[in-house]
């Protein structure tokens, strides 16, 4: 299923027509969340998101970029003395348009949206390391700002929200797999 999946996405995103001369690398990195548990007593850690992407900008249409991202997201929870582990790797492809008619001065908004697989795991520690894991289609949609340093420069900050795989254990709903996460980014331009 992974595989096809990913298939997809490289089939997807090689066929539609790029301008060799746009691309480019950024890097994210921030804070993220889950929705509230499920059970009052699970306490919930602020964690950490990382994303590594490459993209292009689609010729002939102002704006729109097309990256294959990468993604890490890990964060801790307390089910009284016990500590849940979270962690989530994803793969997406993701269509981001710069919003050029809204940009005030240097500073330009963006909307993002992609889709992909993305794999979760929830250690239990202090209990000899037991797990649940999941995996499947994910999505998430997004919006932000960057400034424009050079030319060839850009920094800003994103708002995520990433739809990732459920995790359950006996029928009950561990984490729903909504992950909400706020990004500083770069992102360099490749000539």
Not at 105 to 122: H, I, K, W
Not at 160 to 172: C, D, K, Q, S, V
């Amino acid at each position: 299923m992974i595989r096809i999946t990913l298939g997809l996405i490289l089939a997807v995103v090689l066929s539609l027509p790029v301008s060799a001369a746009g691309l480019y690398v950024s890097g994210s990195f921030g804070v993220n969340y889950d929705e509230d548990p499920p059970f009052a007593f699970i306490n919930e850690d602020t964690g950490l998101v990382g994303t590594v992407a490459i993209g292009t900008h689609v010729t002939g249409v102002d704006g729109l970029r097309l990256e294959l991202e990468a993604a890490f997201r890990s964060h801790e929870s307390t089910l009284g003395p016990i500590v849940l582990e979270h962690d989530t790797t994803s793969l997406m492809a993701n269509a981001v348009w710069d919003l050029e008619a809204l940009a005030i001065g240097r500073v330009v908004p963006f909307v993002l949206v992609g889709g992909g697989v993305a794999g979760t795991e929830l250690t239990f520690g202090g209990l000899g390391s037991p797990s649940i894991e999941n995996d499947g289609f994910s999505w998430q949609l997004g919006a932000g700002a960057n400034y424009r340093i050079t030319d060839s420069v850009s920094a800003g900050i994103q708002y995520r929200y990433a739809a990732l795989p459920e995790l359950e254990i006996f029928g009950f709903e561990l984490d729903g797999g909504s992950n909400h996460g706020l990004l500083a980014t770069v992102t360099v331009q490749l000539q």
